[in-house]
Every structure is written in C-alpha cells, then in structure tokens.
C-alpha cells in the first residue's frame, strides 16, 4: 500500500512541511510519485521514516541521522557515546545553575533588600570561582564563608594602608596580618591547597580584582606583612641581632612555605606513611629550607621549635595544624633518626 505525503504527515504526527524538507535533503525520498506527481510512500520508506523518528529523539543533527541510516552499529555507538558526554556536561552545568541559584536565595533570606549590584557580583564571582575549584571544593567554602564580612573589611582596611603608604613592618599593618591570615584560611575551610588556588585566582582574574579588591600588588603587601608579623615573634624570644641576621634569608623563603603546607596537607590525606618514601623526601626539602633561614645549628634548631610551641600565631594561617603537624613530626622523626 502506497500512503501520500498527507496520510503519512496524519500517521507519524509530523507536517507535510517536515517531509517535503526530509525530501530535498535525500534524507527520506519517497519510493513513488503519482500521476499528478504527489509523493507516494510504501511501507520500506514508513520503516525508514520511523528509524528517523528514533534516532531524533536523541536530539541529533539531520545530517548525523543521515550517516547513520547509511553506516552501522559501531556509527551509532560512538554517536551515543557523545550524546552521553554532553549531557554529562549539560547535568554539570545544571547542578552549578543550581547551587548558585541556592547561594543567592540564601543571600536573599539573610538580607532584607538586597542591591542588584551586589547580585550581580556574586554571579560573576561565581562563574570565576568555578574556573578554579571544583564542585566539591566551593561547598566546603561555602561553609567557611561566615566570616566574608570581617574579611572584607580587612582587605578595605590593608587597602587603606598601601594608598597611605604605609610599610609593611608598621605596627598598624602587623596589627592585620593575624586576622588576614585566619580569616582567609577560615574562608578555605583551612586548606592550604586551597589557599594556593585563591591566591593564583586573585593574581589572575581581573573580574575577581575589581569585585574584591584583592589584586597582585596587595596580595604582595600583605606576604610582606605576614612575613614581618612572623619575624616579630620570633622577636620576642631571639636577639635584635639574630633576627637582623636571618632577615634577608627569610623574606626570600617566606613564599615557599606555603606550597610545602600544601603538599604535607595532600601527602597526609593520600595517606602516607611517615616512613615512606614520599614523606622522606618531602622531609628532606622542609628541613633544606628551614635551614636555608636558621643554618645547621641543632641548638638553633631547637630554640625555633620552642618558640613555635610558645607562639600558637606562628602558624595562623598555614592550614598546618593537627593531623598533618602530626605526620610532619613524625617523618622529620623518622629521617633524623635514619640518616642516608
């Protein structure tokens, strides 16, 4: 039996403009015309119409439905393979809509009137946090988020210092790093690793410098101020002259540190041993550095020990606490006593 173009439009649901368009493609080219020259379909071209209908409904292009028809099962496979790979990136992008969609709801819920300025920055914020963290890690963020006030008026505050020049050994600028230092941890749920990816993220994006204030030139100001904040307990326990000597090599190690605090912190939840080799080797480049600063005088050594375990400041803001000091200990242990 031969079907006209209406009577197969009527059939299938689609519209007689769709099959003409299915005709002057090649996609589906009726078996037959009439005398008049209607298109006239036979059971063959209703089978093929409908494989049509199917392979649609996996949203692809005419022209891959086409390959298809023509190819094999393998064509099909890897045609499935990527329809599943972008529905995959289609979920993701829902899943971050979502969250984001959540964060300002709860933005709304926490402020009576919030300002469309502030709206719109925190969408940009996120899109850019999103090109450096994954999912996972801007969940745990938002959980280290409650103090983003304080934070906030700490980087207005430093600002103000920089635009009155004020230097980084200042009493008034020392007088932050202890805040800076743990409220930008706390805002990192006290990752380290973290942290590394904040400081590339403010050093890179000029969005996040303009929304923030947080730019290279105060991300370098405040390693300066830290720096000196450090240098001054240590002060208190070691002579003007001691801290005179070692000065220069501190400042010029300082910015080392923190990718150390990164690397024990993964190293601790990869699980490794304190004897293993991973470990030793990490040990053997912290007591190099450490030493680059205080020299190889065991005494010396000691002395830093104790005054790191009077001063709990000393490590505000390391992300080097508990469990990874712990590892830390007990792999310099481990090396100390077993010398190659």
Known sequence: MLLKVGELAKRTGLTVRTLHHYDAIGLLRPSARSEAGYRLYHRGDVERLYRIQALRRLDLPLSEVAVLLEGDARDLESVIDEQVTALERQIERAAALRNR???????????????????????????????????????????????????????????????????????????????????????????????????????????????????????????????????????????????????????????RWPAMFAEARELMEGGAAADSPEMQAFCARWIALFRAVWGNDPAMRARILDIHAREPGMMTGSGVQGEVMALISQGLAHLQNNPT
């Open 101 to 255: 969609l959540q964060d300002l709801r709860r933005l709304l819920g926490e402020q009576e009137q919030p300002e469309l300025n502030e709206w719109l920055s925190t969408l940009e914020m996120m899109a850019i946090y999103d090109r450096y963290f994954t999912r996972e890690e801007y969940a745990r963020m938002r959980k280290g988020s409650r103090g983003m006030k304080e934070l906030n008026a700490t980087v207005v505050a430093v600002r103000s210092l920089m635009e009155r020049g004020v230097a980084p050994d200042a009493p008034e600028a020392i007088a932050l790093a202890e805040p800076w230092s743990r409220l930008s941890l706390e805002h990192m749920d006290g990752d380290p690793r973290l942290m590394l990816k904040l400081d590339a993220l403010h050093r890179n994006e000029p969005g996040a410098q303009a929304l923030t204030g947080v730019d290279t030139a105060l991300l370098e100001y405040m390693t300066q101020v830290t720096a000196e904040y450090r240098l001054s307990l240590y002060a208190r326990h070691l002579g003007s002259e001691e801290i005179a000597r070692v000065r220069n090599a501190y400042l010029a190690n300082y910015r």
